[in-house]
């Protein structure tokens, strides 16, 4: 329970320095953290990293997003339960090679930045293969189209009830929401 | 419940065969005990992963990686295995089994009531005469003592029951079953059936053949089964009773009738035998909770405990009369294991049909039937012949998995499906080996204090040879498809993958060269049957399970018959 409470203190020192700064685009992805449930000691100081980073890799659009498929959340957990404790070092030394590169291009604070200066911080991880961006990347699209709101993003039957082998496309508008691998 | 009571018949293992000899005795008013090694599974109640959307389960459907690696190492392999069916799945830690060092075996396996029948791939066809007359045509093997027309009826009586969709097609070399409708083609199929077919007018490429209700029958409803809902979650278990397994089938039918008693959770050691009358008493089963032994009777044992477990028992079934294991005076008990190749085969993009798409996720694929070597010449590169199963989709968002790109624009492109992709993948029946066995390992046991299964079964070069051919016909057939971006994939083939083993406890006209007879019978103790895959003495390249299901039926009449004229008693 002690890392309970300090993960809360912790989080509100967070909203109270954001509140402080004037933006809004971190508290939605705090919001999602899902009450003081189970972020990991060690991954509490990136929440808002993975959290700014998930949400510029499947941000909000006529749907909802990254944060509000609370793809944070799912990422902490996946950190916690299936990582290997190697694995965990490997993610949290990465983010932190992330925040340097983010630090590098003038960006002190990735919850107030311009999402475009993150964005080209961003594509040079993708361009250059860096690990941890991609692990991060694939776990937030597996997380995303995974969740309930990728419902609202693509076409979803949960009993189709029957099989027609030949459509027009047009007629079911998108993709198929696959049920994950 | 008593177990004391005077039961007809033991049936040991209660998945694809043991079901259906559960229903055969039980309908014929028997007395029947189904010993199952594994937990019950109760219909829909037991069903854990059915209903559960990805975002009802905190990991999506994905099983911690480190459970896999300590409790899951073989099984995980399955394409079959996930979260939502890690249930119907055996835990590896707790039951060990041996393979040598440069023989890798992937043993995949239930452990509940139901078997590999609530997981399986619901895949049907019928063995033709080529397939019985293989082994005498080149001298592999012994020869079987069935031919198709032994077998014809009992395909015809097990598929009205079980429920069979496909197409009739009328090819001598995978004989038309009894079909409920045929599922739908995507158009991408029907333009490459058309396309293939015209191209190779010895190939046929059909929809596959598949255990699924699409037109239930009036028994079929009055045991609880209905259509199929084409959500494709089939290995969770399914509620509708919409494919075949034991647990929506054959075990409700035998339960109905007042004459089943199911005891799961005890595994059988051995089969007792009583040397006087040369017969067998009972099994001796091990209570899982308790580690207690106990003493079962009966008056005819049918195995029906998956392939390795049959011949395990048997093995384990040593005794003055039998010293290298049960019923085993020829001496090939544990020989002949086989099992199909495959993991190959190739895909390709097909243009044309961008603005397609399918509605509803069909549980079943496309097969191309046996073209090579349909007179069983032995003059080819290769000996026997294989299939394909094939399947064509659009892939979606999982194969932006491990891709680049972010944002807006991927979420955009993620949005539409992909262009249609079309996909063989070759199935090649393994030739029967004497020195592919199962044996007992001299000193590893599992917690029971039993003897592990220790397999040793490597692949030929008529296997090599076939390879060859399965990869370049792919190919081509995709290229006569009109696929582009064509490209081939090969892993290696590791026997017990397929989930097809077969053999060691083979049928053959000779007691000095086969255990059982043409009905599945023990040639050295009567009362004894084996009718699950142990019994095969060759493979052909189909999936063998509706032929589980005709050999257990035709078995278990048999048997019933000799029953009634006092001859096993």
């Known amino acids: ?181 | 419940m008593s177990l004391d009571g005077n039961f007809d018949v033991i049936v040991v293992g209660s998945g694809m065969s043991g079901g259906w000899a559960a229903k055969e005795f039980a309908e014929k008013g028997f007395k029947v005990l189904v010993v199952e090694r594994g937990k019950d599974t109760k219909p829909g109640e037991d069903y854990l992963g059915e209903f559960k959307e990805p975002w009802d389960m905190e990991f999506r459907d994905r099983v911690d990686p480190n459970l896999v690696a300590s409790d899951y190492a073989t099984q995980h392999k399955c394409y079959a295995f996930r979260e939502s069916t890690r249930n119907f799945f055996i835990n590896d830690r707790e039951n060990p089994y041996s393979h040598g060092e440069d023989a890798p075996f992937n043993w995949l396996r239930g452990d509940q009531v139901g078997g590999k029948s609530l997981m399986w791939a619901r895949q049907s066809y019928r063995w033709s005469e080529m397939d019985f007359a293989a082994n005498k045509a080149d001298g592999h093997g012994n020869d079987w003592p069935i031919r198709y027309a032994d077998i014809e009826n009992w395909y015809s009586y097990v598929e009205t029951f079980a429920g069979i969709s496909g197409s009739a097609e009328g090819l001598p070399q995978l004989p038309d079953s009894v079909f409920q409708p045929p599922m739908d083609m995507t158009c991408v199929e029907k333009a490459a059936k058309e396309r293939i077919e015209a191209a190779f007018p010895d190939r046929k490429f059909i929809i596959g053949r598949a255990a699924h209700l699409t037109k239930p029958t009036a028994e079929q409803m009055e045991l609880g089964r209905s259509s199929c809902q084409f959500r494709s979650q089939c290995e969770r278990g399914c509620s509708y009773g919409a494919y075949f397994s034991s647990v929506s089938a054959t075990l409700p039918a035998a339960e109905r009738t007042g004459n089943m008693t199911m005891l799961p959770r005890h595994l059988v050691e051995r089969i007792n035998y009583d040397p006087k009358s040369q017969r067998a008493t009972g099994v001796r089963v091990i209570d899982r909770d308790t580690k207690q032994p106990k003493d079962l009777s009966a008056k005819v044992i049918f195995l029906c405990a998956s392939t390795v477990a049959t011949n395990q028992i048997m093995l384990n079934s040593t005794s003055d009369d039998h010293p290298t294991g049960f019923a085993n005076s020829s001496g090939v008990l544990g020989k002949y294991i086989m099992d199909h190749h495959h993991r190959l085969g190739a895909s390709g993009v097909m243009p044309g049909f961008d603005d397609k798409y399918e509605a509803g996720r069909r549980p079943n694929g496309t097969y191309v039937a046996r073209y090579h070597n349909l007179d069983n010449r032995t003059d080819g590169e290769f000996l026997r012949g294989f299939g394909y199963q094939g399947s064509s989709m659009r892939p979606t968002w999982p194969e932006a998995l491990g891709g680049k790109g972010f944002g807006t624009d991927l979420k955009q492109q993620l949005k539409q499906p992909g262009p249609w992709r079309l996909r063989l993948h070759a199935f090649g029946e393994q030739l029967p080996i004497e020195t592919n066995t199962i044996t007992l390992h001299p000193n590893k046991t599992d917690s029971y204090g039993i003897p592990q299964p220790h397999m040793d079964v490597r692949w030929s070069d008529n296997e090599r040879k076939m390879r060859k051919a399965m990869k370049a016909d792919a190919v081509a057939m995709l290229e006569a498809a009109g696929a582009t971006n064509i490209e081939t994939f090969e892993n290696d083939p590791i026997p017990g993958h397929c989930i097809h083993e077969m053999g060691g406890v083979r049928m053959g006209r000779d007691p000095k060269t086969s255990v059982l007879n043409g009905f599945n019978q023990c040639h050295d103790v009567p009362n004894v049957f084996a009718t699950d895959g142990s019994a095969f003495a060759s493979i052909a390249c189909q999936n063998p399970s509706l032929t589980f299901m005709a050999l257990t039926a035709r078995a278990a009449d048999y048997a019933a018959g000799q029953m009634k004229e006092g001859k096993l008693v």
């Not at chain 1, 929440?47 to 944070?72: F, H, K, Q, Y």
């Not at chain 1, 404790?85 to 983010?102: N, P, W």
């Not at chain 1, 997380?143 to 189709?160: D, H, M, N, Q, R």
């Open chain 1, 1 to 181: 329970m002690t890392h309970h409470t300090s993960s809360m203190d912790r989080r509100s020192l967070l909203r109270g320095s954001v509140t402080v700064a004037g933006a809004a685009i971190v508290l939605p992805s705090l919001a999602t953290l899902g009450g003081c449930s189970s972020v990991p000691p060690t991954l509490e100081k990136s929440m808002t990293l993975i959290s700014v980073i998930s949400d510029r890799i499947i941000p909000e659009t006529d749907t909802g997003g990254a944060l509000a498929a609370n793809v944070p959340s799912y990422i902490a957990a996946v950190y916690e339960k299936h990582f290997t404790e190697e694995q965990q070092g490997d993610f949290v030394s990465g983010l932190s090679d992330i925040s340097g590169a983010l630090s590098d291009a003038g960006i002190q604070f990735v919850d107030t930045a311009e999402p475009a200066d993150v964005d080209a911080v961003l594509q040079r991880l993708d361009d250059d293969g860096n690990e941890t961006w991609q692990l991060l990347r694939d776990l937030t699209v597996f997380g995303f189209y995974t969740s309930e709101t990728a419902t609202k993003e693509l076409a979803y039957e949960e009993i189709p009830g029957r099989y027609d082998g030949c459509v027009p496309l047009a007629e079911v508008g998108s993709a198929w929401l696959a049920r994950g691998v």
